[in-house]
């Protein structure tokens, strides 16, 4: 009886000890210490997010459900977080509602069964000291000598993280382990590319990526690798090896055909027949000109009266019938023929319808032409100096034409009739006179009369010269029946008449 | 009671910061390197301490976080991190219940604190020299006194009670962190002497 009494007494006394002890030391569920809380509280960056995290110490009893509030150190009452109110998760996403870093976060867990707290949490966290920094996602891709590191980064970055946070890529080989620490700018967003270069192909890499840690230890992102084939990158480089060559190529190709296309290389070998110099012995010597053909003729001389008014006014004056040349009243007989540039261009050979006029030098006194009957053909010759006029132009003759009627009887030129124009290669004309008496058979040469206003007077007593054809060419002197009819000097437009045998002063025929 | 891991977290960042230079992006660099490294030094602030002193919680108006130095000229902004730092060392040099372990650790967080204010003097000459800061830069100066101010008086109205130096440190580290992350702003902008 004593015993359970005393017992009974002992176990009051404890318990009244312990409230004393407990109201002493002021203990409270709100003030309970850290080291006995009945929850631990984690604060984690994870994926850019602030979330806070827990887990009971003492399982015994488990709560249903949580609310967390929190408060800072400034005169504020404790929040609610909407999205952690009444949840049955073990953690909460603070990243909207702590916002600062530099910020100290006291924050009450409450967990409830039913209606009934049955834990009670609080916890204080300085997010720059007390969160642990988890690493963000990243992806490897290898090449040859290089790897492309791309970390994936939220598309909206907060200020206070970025100030805050330090990445650290960290390559690991066989033999070395390097790390890389790049910036991260205010503008990154979305998948932040880091290159690994100067790296050994054919090595295996691993490459692990994590925040720098601040305070605590942060933890590493495991480990990611990959062996550098020498043979990715090198097919690549044949191809383009191959891409370069062809352009290379192309290039080549169309240079040349430009080149050739503007005539640069591959000239013709077609010279202009300007140019053409294989006949250059026949440019330099020319070949001769064909030899005109050339036809003897017969140059036969009609005498025509011409009428001249002696005064007379005899019916025989009128006498217009071809009469042999008579004399004038000057005393002076006209026989020959004048010769007269017809033109400037070559004459075509002779005997071929040639027509050459032959007017009368001087139209004020008529030329008297000699007998008509007896008027002897006259064979034109090429004469020996003129060898060089082989052109076969009408030239004037100084020379004054023989008379071939060297009678005294002056005989008077008939009027003209039908004239008859011809050209007459002089050079390979003969004019052979033919007389019954040889002897007389006056010199025929061509007379260049000086004046020349006369030689277009179709009405002055001319002589014209019937060249008939002969043979071909011959030489100028055909026997001594005929004379060839040559000027004594070289042709000129109007020389003196001085030289000549026949004294054509005037125009007249001077025996 | 200031926390000893107050001046830690206090020496790391100030620490981190190591040598001021003329050129602001070589402080950033530093200032980021280093107190990252004086961070991982620290343990985090005791929960149980934050959770008493959840009644005596005090709002300084301090800059805030939010706050973009492009809203400032750089003369402006160099000298409100001038300032800042240079109330943080007046508070602690004037008020300092330390013990034989903190002293130490005090000592050495002034003496960075010191030099960083040495290093944002030369900036601020060499900005003075190009612009003239002229009556906005003592505004803002005036500004950021007011606030600390209050903190002064906080600590004097709480007897520079625990809690109360609890709730300070919370706001120097606070200040601290804004202090790195404007300097930040101020290299991305391109604001360079």
Redesign the interface.
């Known amino acids: 009886m004593l015993l359970s009494q005393n017992a009974a007494a002992i176990r009051s006394f404890n318990l009244f000890l312990m409230v004393y002890i407990s109201l002493v030391f002021g203990i409270s569920p709100a003030l309970t210490d850290f080291s006995v809380e009945p929850c631990i509280l984690n604060m984690t960056l994870r994926n850019f997010r602030s979330i806070l995290s827990w887990e009971l110490r003492n399982h015994s009893t488990v709560p249903t459900h949580y609310t967390l509030w929190y408060t800072i150190m400034r005169p504020e009452d404790m929040k609610i977080v909407d999205n952690c109110a009444n949840i049955t998760r073990s953690f909460c996403d603070l990243t909207d509602e702590w916002e600062y870093i530099s910020e100290n976060y006291i924050t009450r867990l409450i967990g409830f069964r039913g209606n009934t707290a049955v834990v009670y949490c609080i916890h204080s966290f300085h997010l720059a000291v007390d969160m642990s920094l988890e690493p963000p996602d990243f992806e490897i891709v290898g090449f040859t000598d290089h790897i492309n590191v791309i970390v994936k980064f939220p598309v909206i970055l907060r200020e206070e993280l970025q100030f805050f946070l330090s990445l650290v890529i960290e390559e690991q080989s066989e033999r070395l382990v390097k790390k890389h620490k790049p910036q991260i700018t205010e503008n990154i967003s979305g998948d932040f590319n880091y290159v690994l270069d100067q790296l050994l192909p054919n090595t295996n890499y691993c490459v692990s990526v994590y925040f720098e840690p601040y305070v605590l230890e942060t933890e590493k992102s495991p480990l990611k690798c990959t062996f550098l084939q020498p043979g990715q990158d090198s097919e690549s480089a044949k191809i383009g090896g191959i891409i370069t060559v062809f352009l290379i190529v192309a290039v080549f190709i169309s240079t040349i055909i430009i080149l050739k296309w503007i005539g640069y290389i591959c000239l013709r070998k077609n010279l202009p027949k300007v140019l053409n110099f294989r006949n250059f012995s026949a440019w330099i010597f020319p070949e001769q000109p064909l030899l005109e053909a050339v036809d003897m003729v017969e140059v036969i001389l009609i005498n025509r009266k011409k009428k001249v008014w002696d005064y007379n006014y005899d019916d025989e004056s009128d006498d217009d019938n071809e009469a042999a040349p008579r004399t004038s009243a000057g005393g002076y007989t006209m026989h020959g023929l004048t010769g007269r540039l017809l033109s400037q261009a070559p004459a075509s050979s002779a005997g071929t319808s040639e027509e050459s006029q032959f007017m009368d030098p001087d139209s004020e006194e008529l030329p008297e032409l000699s007998d008509a009957d007896a008027e002897p053909p006259m064979v034109l010759g090429p004469c020996p100096w003129q060898s060089e006029h082989t052109s076969g132009s009408y030239e004037r003759r100084e020379s004054p034409l023989q008379d071939p009627f060297p009678d005294e009887d002056s005989s008077s030129l008939e009027e003209s009739g039908d004239k008859i124009i011809f050209n007459v290669d002089l050079n390979s004309v003969f004019i052979r006179v033919l007389n019954d008496d040889p002897e007389e058979a006056p010199l025929m040469s061509l007379s260049l009369p000086e004046e020349r206003d006369n030689l277009e007077d179709p009405n002055e007593t001319e002589s014209s010269l019937l060249v008939t054809t002969g043979e071909g060419t011959q030489p100028p002197y055909a026997g001594s029946s005929s004379e060839s009819l040559c000027p004594e000097d070289a042709p000129s437009d109007k020389s003196d008449t001085s030289e000549l045998d026949v004294d054509l002063r005037d125009g007249y025929v001077i025996r | 009671m200031i926390n000893k891991h107050f001046f830690e977290i206090v020496l790391v960042l100030l620490a981190s910061s190591t040598i001021f230079s003329l050129e602001l992006k070589l402080v950033l660099f530093q200032q ?1 390197r280093m107190n ?1 490294e004086g ?2 030094l ?1 343990n ?5 301490s ?3 002193c ?1 009644p005596h ?3 300084f108006l301090l800059p805030q ?1 939010s706050v973009n130095p492009q809203q400032y000229q750089k003369g402006h902004a160099l000298a409100i991190l001038h300032e800042m730092l240079q109330q943080i060392f007046n508070l602690f040099e004037a008020n300092i219940p330390l013990d034989g372990w903190e002293e130490n650790r005090m000592e050495k967080f002034l003496f960075e604190l010191y030099q960083q204010l040495e290093y944002l003097e030369a900036l601020m000459e060499v900005e003075a020299g190009q612009k003239s800061g002229g009556l906005g830069s003592e505004n803002l100066r005036l500004q950021v006194k007011t606030n600390f101010r209050r903190i002064h008086d906080y600590l004097e109205s709480q007897d520079h009670s625990s809690c109360a130096w609890t ?1 300070v440190q ?2 120097i ?2 200040c601290l ?2 202090a ?2 404007f300097i ?1 702003k101020l290299n ?1 902008q391109g604001m360079d002497p």
């Open positions: 980021r990252r961070l991982k620290l985090k602030l005791q929960t149980s934050i959770q008493q959840l919680r005090k709002n976080m709730i919370v706001e580290n606070r962190f804004f790195f992350r930040g991305k």
